[in-house]
């Protein structure tokens, strides 16, 4: 991707990703943003902010509290002609629409045999570590990521959001878009103004390195940072996934062939979460590259504690550092 | 005729009894209550006021986390919850402290959930048909039914309370339990607390019926707007609801018309979407201020009184504080150990994993 010009503005995540749909509702009158609280309130992260004001009610519409309405009238929506963005308040509530995606729009396309497809976004951010009340802090990606036919779209910072956003709003088929929210607004970093894509399915090198392979996504980039930080004397490959549906496996094989170390981090829980499936795959790709087992750290198989004791549950540097040093003992 | 035909929500009929200046207007329904129980409403509303506001405190100052705040509520919880027995169940959403109170909750309880500790709502005495506390939005309507289905084929007469708000009434989950209620002809009180917004969004945006009582009617159920901050009001629709499903008449959708005289929770910013004249109009019809000042017209209520109250709700919110504050964090096992009965050996392993870096 290369960018016209150089316009660059610091900004954090819950700006870039306003700034995206900003630009896409402005370039594309069929993308309509929808759900609870999005017009007159902006969202309640503020990721609306501002849109129904430049784009009417008509494009920028306050749904009834129904999150299977909000989904299901998407699907319809984007079966007739419209690209619905639609927002759920917290991933936690988004299993009241469950039955709308999974029965409908993850298979419309093959129901249809392509007559009918549902080119829909559904944003909704996930993810602990903000405090947040019973129901809004859990991380279930792999319910998204496992019935056929969806997208599962997780940025960890700004400059990815706005990219993936619109590469998203520009997929043909529907993109499930969760967004650490607490990453919202923890980092800034320079954002170009004008528009750029970033493909979906394709994971980002964050940096390079030649002992182990670490692979993370969404918020828990920020906390594998530090814990790199504290392995000074250890050569690390960070892979940011980007993407977990498609899942890039030739990024990550040809990284795990080089370093034959893997370490997995994610704060969903450790049964069926996206480690799982990455292993199965270094299993079967680069099974005779691997110098040690691959680690995963995750949150756990129960349901993630409440305020006091979520920093517990949640993967902290000191797990992730050890798990690496574990895999360069072998 | 019934109260709720008497009421026909169709004809644009709203029950009130008290004005809100807190005179009576329909001298024929006003309720012969002991002037114990009319104290006891009294009372009951100054604490759950004096314990919401508590709250705000504690959340400012970084000792609790979000909640619902419940100010402005009071009149449509203390005064129908004051009427059940130990035996009948209550099923919350989020915003009942006030019936929470009434029913028998432990203030601290409440204030632990909100603090973040599990223990608030894994600790509801033994003795009290409560269900937790119900974030996901009109969800816990289904439970209602379910319960109050267990209790009729139990044969009790055992009625279940459950309560939600006007955004609730868009989910799906509350058809379907309005529709199983209506065929099972379960004994529910549906008490719908239209405070005119589900968060930033107007009623008016929710539903385009034009009450939400009248929704009933698809269902086979009765259904009866009330004034929600009028308690005696609330009282007499609760009391024939209640009484109508002790005696195996099946459902009533009452639609409690309040105001939430607060944000929608501490992470809300109600001036976004509100004005600030319509707010000062609901300050004027505020529950504890009619209830008081119809108490003081009949002569019910003394300064004394009022003066004592005041002092009993002081010492049971700090005695509340501090039983919240001074409990533990739950422990590891905790966090794992009611996931299922019997822990299996890969959640025992995991719990083993987080006690090496959190010693106890
Ligand atoms: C299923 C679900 N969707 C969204 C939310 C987020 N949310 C919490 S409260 C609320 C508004 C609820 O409005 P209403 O039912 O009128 O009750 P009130 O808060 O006014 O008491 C929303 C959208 C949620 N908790 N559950």
Redesign the pocket.
């Known amino acids: 991707m290369t960018l016209q010009s150089d316009l660059m503005t610091k900004m954090n995540m819950a700006e870039a990703l306003n700034l995206a749909l900003k630009q896409e509702m402005q370039r594309d009158k069929t993308v309509l943003v929808l759900g609870?609280?999005v017009g007159v309130d902006g969202g309640?992260f503020r990721i609306t902010d501002g849109l129904l004001e430049k784009f009417g009610e008509n494009r920028v519409i306050d749904t009834p509290?129904?999150?299977s309405g909000i989904v299901g009238t998407s699907i319809g929506l984007s079966m007739n002609g419209f690209k619905p963005v639609a927002e759920?308040?917290?991933s936690?509530?988004s299993?009241?629409g469950f039955d709308q995606l999974a029965e409908h729009a993850s298979r419309m396309r093959n129901r249809s045999k392509g007559r009918f497809s549902c080119p829909m976004v559904v944003r909704m951010p996930y993810g602990g570590g903000v405090r947040a009340?019973e129901?809004?802090s859990e991380s279930y990606e792999t319910i998204y990521a496992h019935p056929p036919g969806f997208k599962v779209v997780i940025p960890s910072r700004p400059y990815d959001a706005k990219g993936l956003l619109i590469s998203a709003i520009r997929d043909p088929d529907p993109v499930i878009f969760m967004e650490p929210k607490r990453v919202y607004r923890m980092i800034k970093e320079e954002v170009p103004e004008e528009e750029y894509t970033i493909p979906l399915g394709q994971a980002n090198v964050v940096q390079e390195g030649s002992d182990v392979t670490l692979i993370t996504y969404g918020s828990m980039l920020h906390t594998c940072l530090p814990a790199m930080e504290q392995l000074s004397n250890v050569s690390i490959e960070l892979i940011d996934l980007r993407t977990v549906k498609p899942l890039d496996s030739a990024t990550v094989i040809e990284s795990v062939k080089k370093t034959g170390r893997c370490v997995i981090v994610h704060e969903a829980p450790r049964t069926c979460g996206i480690a799982a499936e990455l292993i199965a795959r270094i299993n079967e790709k680069a099974f005779f590259n691997l110098n040690a087992p691959v680690e995963r750290v995750t949150g756990y198989d129960t349901i993630i504690p409440l305020m006091q004791r979520e920093q517990e549950y949640l993967p902290q540097p000191a797990k992730i550092v050890d798990a690496i040093n574990r895999t360069m003992q072998y | 005729m019934t109260l709720a035909t008497d009421f026909d929500p169709m004809k644009g009929k709203m029950l009130q009894i008290l004005d809100k200046t807190g005179k009576v207007i329909n001298k024929k329904l006003e309720p012969k209550l002991s002037k114990q129980d009319l104290l006891k409403i009294y009372k009951l509303m100054a604490l759950a006021r004096r314990a919401d506001d508590k709250r705000l405190k504690m959340q400012r100052t970084g000792r609790m986390g979000t909640f619902?705040e419940s100010k402005g509520?009071e009149a449509a919880q203390v005064p129908v919850v004051m009427q059940l027995t130990k035996k009948d169940w209550l099923v919350p959403?989020?915003?009942e402290l006030p019936a929470q109170i009434t029913f028998g909750l432990p203030i601290e309880n409440d204030y632990l959930y909100y603090m973040g500790n599990e223990k608030g709502m894994q600790q509801i005495p033994k003795d009290l048909n409560m269900a937790p506390i119900s974030?996901?939005?009109?969800?816990q309507t289904l439970h209602a039914v379910g319960i109050a289905w267990a209790e009729k084929l139990k044969k009790t007469k055992n009625v279940t309370v459950c309560y939600?708000?006007?955004?609730?009434?868009?989910?799906g989950d509350f058809h379907e339990a309005m529709n199983f209620a209506g065929v099972f002809k379960t004994p529910v009180v549906f008490i719908?607390?239209?405070?005119?917004?589900?968060?930033s969004?107007p009623?008016e945006k929710?539903t385009a019926s034009k009450t939400i009582a009248q929704k009933a009617i698809g269902y086979g159920m009765e259904g009866i707007q009330v004034d929600g901050n009028d308690p005696l009001a609330m009282y007499v629709a609760g009391k024939y609801a209640i009484e109508k499903a002790r005696k195996g008449g099946g459902s009533t959708l009452i639609e409690a018309y309040t105001y939430?005289l607060a944000n929608?929770?501490t992470a809300d910013d109600a001036t976004k979407y509100r004005t600030e004249k319509e707010v000062k109009e609901w300050e004027k019809k505020d529950p504890i201020l009619r209830w008081t000042t119809y108490l003081k017209a009949k002569k019910a209520i003394t300064d004394k009184f009022i003066k004592e109250t005041d002092e009993w709700v002081e010492q049971e919110v700090a005695r509340a504080t501090k039983a919240a504050e001074e409990t533990p964090k739950i422990s590891i096992d905790d966090i794992f150990d009611y996931t299922y009965e019997t822990t299996p050996q890969y959640l025992e392993e995991q719990k083993q994993e987080v006690k090496k870096y959190y010693p106890e």
């Open positions: 609870e609280d309640v509290l129904a999150e759920i308040q917290f936690g509530f299993y009241l009340l129901h809004h | 619902a509520q959403s989020f915003r974030v996901p939005v009109g969800t939600f708000g006007d955004g609730g009434t868009s989910e719908c607390q239209n405070n005119q917004y589900a968060i969004v009623r929710q939430r929608h929770t």
